[in-house]
């Protein structure tokens, strides 16, 4: 669960910090590192509740 929701906001950081090298020559740490927490935690969330629940195949 974990590393299917660090994938994506790495891939993200980096894209990101390679596009803003090259079109501005500044790059702005804090905002790539709180959008990047932002989208793993979103991703850790969306992995967690994909999982059934068990106490509910044992009622039926």
């Known amino acids: 669960m974990f ?3 660090i994938r994506l906001p790495l891939i993200y ?5 390679l ?3 090259i079109k501005n ?3 702005r740490w804090i905002d790539n590192i709180s959008i ?3 989208i793993f ?5 969306f ?4 999982k ?4 509910k195949r044992k009622q039926h």
């Open 3 to 5: 590393k299917k929701s």
């Open 13 to 17: 950081f980096v894209v990101r910090v």
């Open 19 to 21: 596009y803003q090298l």
């Open 25 to 27: 020559e500044e790059i």
């Open 36 to 38: 990047s927490f932002g």
């Open 41 to 45: 935690l979103f991703g850790l969330l």
């Open 47 to 50: 992995h967690w509740a994909d």
């Open 52 to 55: 059934p629940y068990k106490w």
